[in-house]
Nanobody, 123 residues
Framework: EVQLVESGGGLVQAGGSLRLSCAASGFTFDDYAIGWFRQAPGKERESISCIKLSDSSTYYADSVKGRFTVSSEKVKNTVFLQMNSLKPEDTAGYYC????????????????WGQGTQVSVSS
């Protein structure tokens, strides 16, 4: 059974940092890509980052480029999203999702989703 479990969310002041984790199980790590998405109340889901686990190539949305860094630790079957210089507009539920091999910015193309973790940034 494929499982994705996010952790690391919380409340932080603007300018602060958080590191989200996405612990994966039930599939061969290198055969997948892990995407990070976020959704704020009343807004559409936004693709913010992705890592192709076979070669660690990455993708970032313009809204987070230069502030967020995605990485993976194969030994732990875990993907991380390091979020620095957080802004109030980063407040949202954050989700990791898995699809075979290649990254995609479209959530509909991901097969598996985690339960999400809330990030709140105060001004």
């Amino acid at each position: 059974e494929v499982q994705l479990v996010e952790s690391g969310g919380g409340l932080v002041q603007a300018g602060g940092s958080l590191r989200l984790s996405c612990a994966a199980s039930g599939f061969t790590f290198d055969d997948y890509a892990i995407g990070w998405f976020r959704q704020a109340p009343g807004k559409e889901r936004e693709s913010i980052s992705c890592i192709k686990l076979s070669d660690s190539s990455t993708y970032y949305a313009d809204s987070v480029k230069g502030r967020f860094t995605v990485s993976s630790e194969k030994v732990k079957n875990t993907v991380f999203l390091q979020m620095n210089s957080l802004k109030p507009e980063d407040t949202a539920g954050y989700y990791c999702a898995a699809r075979g091999y290649y990254c995609s910015a479209y959530g509909s193309q991901y097969e598996y989703w985690g339960q999400g973790t809330q990030v709140s940034v105060s001004s």
